[in-house]
């Protein structure tokens, strides 16, 4: 047991003098993730805020005789642009296509002949399906050309004496059940992947200097042959990955706790929900991964040759874990008992359902907790195993 | 004492030690020469018992090194190739490190790291951190952290490679001072001259099995040559005197 705080001791103070470790440590995690998260968040509100609001100018081909669609379309913010070389269809759909225009509308030379005799009168958006700004700003034009539409159908029924409900057999009204807080936590469920990213980016370097990088400057064999096993070795220098990847998890949470309150969640109809109590909560529930982590890249770290072979595979263990909650947030699962078999994933679903504010089943937290720590030990007996092999010495 | 007796040990299908035996006796510094390739560091290795061997056995104060390895630690010093030193920490950090891993007292621990600071001549450097030594710096802090439990046996690899001339001076004078203690120590290198000036008892090893045995006096005797260097070669090419 001395020997083990003993290694751990030095461990520590070792990669604490190590500038790369210290800068995955604390700038990835506590500083990176949250700035991330600024950026991330203010792009989603400007887009948001933008479409819904923006004064559209759009070039509207044939605009001159409809005089009274224009004055409709610029009391909702959409103006006609005009552009000399957009003239027809064909002009249009080039413009378009170029990215001159992120849309167009074409009016046809018969509009207001198909309207004062009331033929069907025809109006083209030309937009592009790739481009997702072209298509929501076609999508706004084509509602207000649609309300407008059933606005003059409305008149023409009255002016005949029918009441214009008639063409109205059914109304659908959309009811919106997400809390604010609810649908904040897409943007949370990216939180949690930055957590988990923050937690193994904190001890990546660790868990690469006590395996490969301690074989390659030569140091691995002489401390193999002093009177402590193997066994302590490694476990000492676990715990040093395993409280390095604490610190970084701590000072990310505390990042995060000071910039979340501070952003305009509100504008995209969030409350933040998170609180230090949330803090401290993720904090809790990631521990025992944080242990499994350590376990499962040092493990990788002792099968490789040299420094940057480890790098180079530690690099790619990042992203497993982040696949569960990818996954989890794409399909959008809901937490089940099963699902908290699955480390990550369980961490992930554990935390946004604490920040939806619904209640956490006691059990679901105990299952996570025990998984997680039921894989750390396993693993920690294949990597001892492991690292008791001659073949360590490379 | 270290018995070393029919070693055998291979590595897929490289033979590294085939059937090696030899004696190390306390207070005499003995000398395993050998070409690149011998089987020197792999028996070393073994002795150090960072390795098991195949086939044989290897005894340091009558413990065999593979039943109870941890036994044989607490008797061991060791200077392996290359000092591998943790650079981030400073000269005393790293000679505390292994004092502790040792399990010394850490009142014990203070005076003799001093002592050691002192005899090897460390006081410029004892609180540098380890990343800008030299070469002979960087030995002298290592040879020290082998030193930092007193031990018995001292085992050293190729402990002169890398050094100038001054340097490996001094390393010799340490080493026939720990001799003069009644540590029994046992050195590796390719270079027969190295050994000369320092063996009392000299092992050539090639293709890992003895060629030759004996103090450097027995040797040029028997094998008629006065140039050390030249038994050197009459023994690894297996000439018979």
């Known amino acids: ?394 | 004492m270290i018995e070393v007796t029919a070693l055998g040990k291979h590595f897929g299908k490289v033979r590294a030690l085939d059937g090696l035996s030899f004696e190390a006796a306390p207070g005499r510094i003995t000398g395993l020469v050998g070409p690149n390739g011998a089987g020197k560091s792999t028996c070393l290795r073994i002795l150090s018992t960072v390795m098991n061997a195949d086939s044989g056995r290897a005894t340091i104060n009558g413990i065999d090194t593979s039943a109870d390895p941890l036994a044989v630690r607490r008797l061991l010093g060791v200077l392996p190739h290359g000092a591998g030193l943790y650079l981030q920490l400073t000269a005393i950090e790293n000679i505390r490190y292994y004092g502790e891993l040792h399990g010394v007292a850490s009142g014990l621990l203070d005076t003799t790291i001093k002592e050691l600071v002192e005899r090897l001549d460390l006081g410029k450097i004892a609180d540098r951190r380890a990343k800008g030594f030299s070469q002979g710096e960087r030995t002298k802090v290592a040879l020290a952290r082998a030193l930092v439990n007193k031990p018995d046996y001292l085992l050293l690899d190729e402990p002169t490679s890398g050094l100038d001339v001054m340097a490996t001076r001094d390393l010799r004078q340490w080493l026939t001072e720990l001799k003069r203690q009644g540590c029994c120590i046992l050195l590796s290198s390719h270079v027969m001259q190295e050994i000369a000036a320092l063996a009392d008892e000299i092992v050539i090893v090639a293709h890992g099995r003895l060629a030759a045995h004996g103090t450097p006096a027995e040797l040029t005797l028997q094998y008629s040559q006065n140039d050390l260097e030249q038994v050197f070669v009459d023994a690894v090419s297996g000439t018979v005197p």
């Not at chain 1, 700038?27 to 949250?34: K, T």
């Not at chain 1, 904090?283 to 990788?300: D, E, K, N, R, S």
């Open chain 1, 1 to 394: 047991m001395n020997a083990i705080i003993v290694v751990c001791r030095k461990e520590i103070t070792d990669n604490f003098r190590d500038r790369r470790t210290m800068l995955s440590t604390l700038a990835f995690g506590p500083l990176f993730a949250p700035l991330m998260f600024i950026v991330m968040i203010q792009v989603m509100v400007n887009q948001t805020v933008s479409s819904a609001e923006e004064r559209l100018s759009v070039p509207i081909v044939g605009i001159e005789a409809a005089e009274n669609l224009e004055a409709f379309l610029a009391a909702r913010r959409i103006d006609a642009h005009l552009d000399h070389e957009v003239t027809d269809l064909d002009s249009a759909a080039t413009a378009v296509a170029s990215g001159k225009h992120s849309y167009a509308v074409i009016i046809e030379d018969s509009f207001a002949d198909d309207l004062d005799s009331d033929r069907p009168a025809r109006i083209t958006i030309v937009f592009d399906r790739s481009d997702t700004r072209s298509t929501d700003r076609a999508q706004r034009v084509q509602s207000v050309l649609t309300t407008y539409s059933e606005q003059i159908g409305g008149l023409r029924l009255l002016a005949r004496g029918v009441s214009p409900i008639v063409m109205r057999p059914i109304i659908v009204d959309g009811y919106d059940v997400s809390t604010p807080t609810g649908r904040s936590a897409l943007v949370l469920g990216i939180l949690t992947y930055f957590l988990l990213f923050a937690v193994l980016m904190g001890g990546m370097y660790l868990a690469i200097d006590t395996t490969a990088g301690e074989r390659e400057r030569n140091s691995l064999e002489p401390l193999l042959t002093t009177p402590v096993s193997r066994t302590s070795l490694l476990l000492g220098k676990v715990s040093a990955t395993v409280i390095f990847m604490l610190v970084s998890l701590m000072l990310t949470l505390i990042g995060f706790s000071l910039v979340l309150p501070n952003l305009p969640l509100d504008e995209l109809g969030m409350s933040s929900g998170f609180t230090s109590v949330t803090a401290i909560y993720a904090f809790c529930l990631l521990a025992p991964f944080a242990l499994l982590g350590a376990f499962l890249m040092t493990l990788v770290a002792s099968f490789t040759k040299s420094y940057k072979e480890a790098q180079t595979w530690l690099g790619l263990l990042l992203i497993v874990p982040t696949l569960p909650v990818a996954l989890a947030t794409m399909l959008d699962v809901e937490p089940t008992q099963t699902l908290m078999w699955v480390p990550s994933m369980s961490q992930h679903l554990l935390i946004i359902t604490f920040v939806k504010q619904n209640s956490i089943e006691p059990l679901m937290l105990a299952q996570s907790v025990i998984s997680t720590l039921l894989y750390a030990t396993l693993l920690s007996f294949v990597t001892i195993k492991f690292y008791k092999r001659e073949a360590l010495l490379g």
